[in-house]
């Protein structure tokens, strides 16, 4: 059972180019979300998902887009990467509204 | 303003139990109190939540107090594999709130 796979792994990109952050879950899981870790902080969340078609943004959307074609998968589109956004990024989903999230390995991003 | 307040770390002998500590003065009537701890390098990993009640798994327990602004988290044993950071998050609606963490050290 794969659980919630992110990739990539790392990535370096320059300021201003764009790219996206894969993640998906073969759980069947109806709510996804995406959080950023910066050193010494705890995670904050990014945008969020309760089902195919429904987003929803969260405490630090501003430069992030999201979309939720179907249940398995959660993109992550940052359009014009800034410095800023220098983060380790990790993905998350839960079956119902309380239960527990499983999380991604992350995906470490570097803007230069 | 964060929504959780933790100590920053803390230590504790092998096998000894641990009471880890988080404040949530502004916490609503519906909002769940989660734990969660993370390994370097890894996602972080479900430990137990609760609403009013204090909760037992197989992993700890989760002391809620009665006025539910403060909670424990209890590992009963502690072993070295228990090192890791310990979030205390507050969950509103859709969205989870993670505080800073309580950076475990555990000492054999």
């Known amino acids: 059972n794969a659980g919630v796979t992110q990739t990539p792994k790392f990535q370096v990109l320059k300021t201003g180019q764009s790219m996206t952050l894969q993640c998906a879950q073969d759980m069947n899981h109806e709510y996804m979300s995406w959080y950023r870790q910066d050193p010494g902080m705890g995670l904050r969340l990014i945008h969020y998902s309760v089902g195919a078609g429904i987003t929803d943004q969260g405490e630090v959307p501003n430069g992030y887009n999201v979309s939720r074609s179907t249940t398995e998968d959660f993109p992550l589109r940052l359009l014009s990467a800034a410095p800023s956004q220098t983060s380790v990024y990790f993905c998350a989903s839960s079956a119902q509204r309380n239960s527990p999230l499983h999380f991604g390995n992350g995906t470490r991003l570097t803007v230069t | 303003d964060a929504k959780t307040t933790q100590p920053n770390s803390m230590e504790s002998n092998e096998e000894e139990p641990v009471h880890l500590p988080c404040n949530h003065s502004?916490?609503?009537?519906?909002?769940?109190i989660h734990w969660y701890r993370q390994l370097p390098s890894q996602g972080p990993e479900y430990v137990i939540h609760?609403?009013?009640s204090n909760v037992n798994n197989r992993m700890a327990s989760l002391a809620i107090a009665e006025d539910r602004k403060s909670s424990t988290l209890i590992l009963h044993r502690a072993t070295l594999r228990d090192a890791a950071v310990y979030y205390c998050?507050?969950?509103?609606?859709?969205?989870?709130?993670f505080g800073t963490g309580t950076s475990l050290t555990v000492i054999p």
């Open positions: 998050i507050l969950r509103t609606g859709n969205q989870f709130y």
């Open positions: 609760g609403l009013t």
């Open positions: 502004t916490i609503s009537g519906t909002d769940y």
